[in-house]
């Protein structure tokens, strides 16, 4: 995929696997801390990103990027592990740069991250994010998301801190009934 997107600077989307270790790399420092932890790794260390790659090429990785001005801006992935219990449920994950929110550009990469989830089968989609982080939990509302937890302390900042964490999740054959019943 290599798409133009309309947002309000031009962006292009296209798979992660394009593009090479040093502007993901870059990407990922850009990234505030606060925004990695709802992520169940460190993707700052690189034995986390060459299993994120790896995860890519094997195919239980599904991951976007948003380039703009030949960096990357953001990037999503839909995590789908086809061997356990919940093999119908799939996790997306999306970081966008503070500079390049409100643009559009999250929205852009959390729809084809739905449409693919969907074309692969999934029935049920999560996202995590602390509760803070207002705007990534207004976005993936609009997009059909409901609150589903909020485990509290669940995760640890590189202070110490602990922070909640919300879980949000898709039922995909309601989002889909609810988006025929009212479409135009």
Known sequence: MNANVKTAAPVAIQSMADCDDLAVQAFVGKVPLHDLLFLDRDIREPKVLAAWRRGIEHGGVHSLVAIAD????????????????????????????????????????????????????????????????????????????????????????????????????LDVVGAQARKLAFAD
């Open 70 to 169: 030949g960096e990357i801006v953001a990037t999503t992935a839909v995590i789908r592990d086809a061997l356990s219990w919940s093999a119908h449920v799939a996790d997306v994950r999306l970081l966008v740069l503070p500079e390049s929110r409100g643009q559009g550009v999250g929205r852009a990469l959390l729809e084809a991250s739905i449409e693919h989830a969907i074309a692969q089968g999934a029935t049920k989609l999560t996202a995590q994010m602390t509760p803070d982080q207002v705007g990534a939990i207004t976005l993936f509302e609009e997009s059909g998301f409901r609150g589903e937890a909020l485990l509290r302390d669940h995760v640890r900042d590189a202070d110490g801190k602990e922070h909640d964490l919300a879980i949000l999740s």
